[in-house]
């Protein structure tokens, strides 16, 4: 079975700095894709940027961009230039080819400060 | 805008007493699923919906039921609810019909509390 580690429970900066959360994962598998969501306090849920482990090349969503190292199994979420509106706790998650289903870590719950 | 809605957003209901929450979406996707999220958790998956196919985890206990009458709504039941099932539910989407491992959105969940 897929699992998923964020061995970060909390991270703080201060506003315009950039941090970065780690992710690591186990599978066996060759294709699949990865995901970083983003959840406020009392907010929905959302995708932040999702990766095809077939692409190389590291996804990038404006000040969002992930480190993908397929061979040591590491998915980590860089965010440059950071906002108040990014304080939020952020899940890494797998899904298989094929499957339907997130497997999720346990997520970091980032504090962006003044 | 095309979206996931879950009503009510806070549900109190008693120790034992029946409780439904629901979920309806815009966005026409195939896929619907429901998740439960204790504090400061991962969310768990509790069963998933491919088109009409119920799909259960092997760990959600019998006690969670869910109905989903046509493509847009999604129901869960909670037959007889126990303390340890106060947590937030969330209901997310996604569109199997353009291939496998598509994003989830999710809606905004039910926060419910057990008295």
């Known amino acids: 079975a897929q699992t998923v580690t964020q061995s970060q429970p909390e991270m703080s900066v201060q506003e315009a700095e950039t941090v970065t959360l780690s992710c690591t994962y186990d599978t066996s598998e060759n294709n699949y894709y990865l995901f970083w969501y983003k959840q406020p306090p009392s907010r929905q849920m959302i995708l932040v940027i999702r990766?095809?482990?077939?692409?190389?090349q590291n996804a990038t969503e404006n000040r969002f961009s992930v480190n993908f190292q397929k061979a040591a199994k590491s998915f980590s979420l860089k965010i440059s230039d950071s906002q108040l509106g990014d304080t939020a706790m952020y899940f890494c998650a797998f899904m298989g080819q094929g499957a339907q289903k997130l497997v999720f870590g346990q997520g970091t719950r980032l504090t962006i400060n003044p | 805008d095309a979206m996931v809605i879950q009503n009510p957003r806070y549900q109190v209901t008693q120790f034992g007493k029946p409780v439904t929450l629901s979920c309806s979406q815009t966005l026409n996707h195939n896929v619907m699923y429901w998740y439960q999220q204790k504090s400061s958790q991962a969310p768990k998956l509790l069963f998933h919906?491919?088109?009409?196919?119920?799909?259960n985890e092997a760990d959600t206990p019998d006690n969670f039921q869910s109905r989903r009458p046509n493509t847009s709504f999604c129901f869960l039941d909670i037959r007889s609810p126990g303390l340890g099932d106060a947590a937030m539910y969330l209901c997310a989407t996604s569109n199997g019909n353009r291939g496998h491992n598509q994003p989830q959105h999710f809606g905004d969940g039910t926060r419910l509390s057990i008295l």
């Open positions: 990766q095809e482990a077939y692409k190389q």
């Open positions: 919906y491919y088109d009409k196919d119920f799909n």
